[in-house]
């Protein structure tokens, strides 16, 4: 018996439909999908939210997407702001706004430039924050992270306290370990650069670490 085929959805103004098994997802508006969706592609303009879980492949999204479940994804990108209330597993996340993840967020290659709160685990292989707001993660893991102002941040910063523009974690641990107005319990990796505006509490390192003269480790440790 062979399967069905997909169908397309497109939806326009303000709409509430169902949720389901979609080919091509396109939404210019402010809506809502009720149950778990899942699609091959969906391009959204406008403000969404699902009463579910999302499983997609491809996701650009302009605006704002808030998710009562879990999502997965192949490639999310765009800008805007995304609530995720459960975990985010993707294999790429390109995305400039402000992410929320009520649990883990994982993904192959991760660059954000903004803000964000991660309640669980932020893991990916190749970990980019470009900071433009406050970011609170809970513990970071991958191989190789970089953590840095943007350029506007920058500027903001001579107005705007440091804590406004500065990432906070528990716990940090990479291969390679590049950190920028971060503040930590303990950062553990190959090779560490704390940079400036930093405060860790302690580093273990295997291979070098470089300190910024403005910036703090209480202890320093190679394993």
């Given at each position: 018996m062979t399967e069905a085929k997909k169908q397309d959805m497109k939806m326009m103004g303000n709409f509430t439909a169902?949720?389901?098994?979609?080919?091509h997802i396109r939404l210019t508006g402010d809506g809502m999908l009720s149950g778990d969706t899942s699609?091959?592609?969906?391009?959204?303009?406008?403000?969404?939210?699902?009463?579910?879980?999302?499983?997609?492949?491809?996701?650009?999204l302009t605006g704002e997407l808030s998710v009562d479940g879990g999502m997965r994804a192949g490639s999310v990108g765009g800008r805007g702001e995304v609530e995720v209330r459960g975990s985010l597993l993707a294999e790429k996340l390109s995305f400039t706004g402000h992410l929320q993840v009520?649990?883990?967020?994982?993904?192959?290659?991760?660059?954000?430039?903004?803000?964000?709160?991660?309640?669980g685990l932020l893991s990916a292989e190749q970990l980019d924050i470009s900071l433009y707001g406050p970011c609170r993660v809970k513990e970071i893991g991958g191989g190789r992270i970089r953590v840095k102002?943007?350029?506007?941040?920058?500027?903001?910063?001579?107005?705007?306290p440091l804590q406004a523009m500065s990432l906070s974690a528990d716990y940090i641990e990479g291969d390679e370990i590049e950190l920028a107005y971060t503040e930590a319990g303990l950062v553990r990796g190959n090779r560490v650069v704390i940079g400036p505006g930093c405060q860790i509490g302690r580093v273990e390192?295997?291979?070098?670490?470089?300190i910024h003269r403005?910036?703090?480790a209480q202890e320093q440790l190679r394993v």
């Open positions: 169902s949720g389901g098994q979609f080919r699609c091959e592609r969906m391009a959204c303009t406008g403000t969404l939210t699902i009463q579910g879980d999302l499983n997609g492949g491809q996701l650009r009520g649990g883990n967020c994982e993904s192959g290659s991760f660059e954000l430039a903004g803000a964000c709160s991660v309640e102002q943007s350029k506007a941040a920058a500027l903001k910063r001579l107005a705007f390192y295997r291979d070098t670490l470089t403005s910036a703090s």
